[in-house]
């Protein structure tokens, strides 16, 4: 079964940057989507950012601005360059792939910024 694999997180300052990568165990076709979610303790998991197939992205309000997606198809690789980084954004991080009709998740990644 292919797995999705977070890499890149850790404990930065407050202001700084961090870029998460997310790859793909094998090979994963017909991806509709890929996105980053996030999950803080005691809260729900929550989309971070999206992008479609087609290269549209989507950000929720609190990142806007500060983090960008990215994300390679053809590679099955999604990235999450994340700046300006604020303390509320610490959370363990997903990487996610949408299919037809599959969804695939990633184990996680902390993040933990200091203020």
């Known amino acids: 079964q292919v797995q999705l694999v977070e890499s890149g997180g850790g404990l930065v300052q407050a202001g700084g940057s961090l870029r998460l990568s997310c790859a793909t165990s094998?090979?994963?076709?017909?991806?509709?989507?890929m996105g980053w979610y996030r999950q803080a303790p005691g809260k729900q998991r929550e989309l971070v950012a999206s992008i479609t197939s087609g290269g549209s992205t989507n950000y929720a309000v609190s990142v806007k601005g500060r983090f960008t997606i990215s994300g390679d198809n053809a590679k099955n690789m999604v990235y999450l360059q994340m700046n300006s980084l604020k303390p509320e954004d610490t959370a363990v991080y997903y990487c996610?792939?949408?299919?037809?009709?599959?969804?695939?998740w990633g184990q996680g990644t902390q993040v933990t910024v200091s203020s």
């Open positions: 996610r792939f949408r299919t037809s009709p599959y969804i695939y």
């Open positions: 094998g090979r994963i076709f017909s991806i509709n989507g």
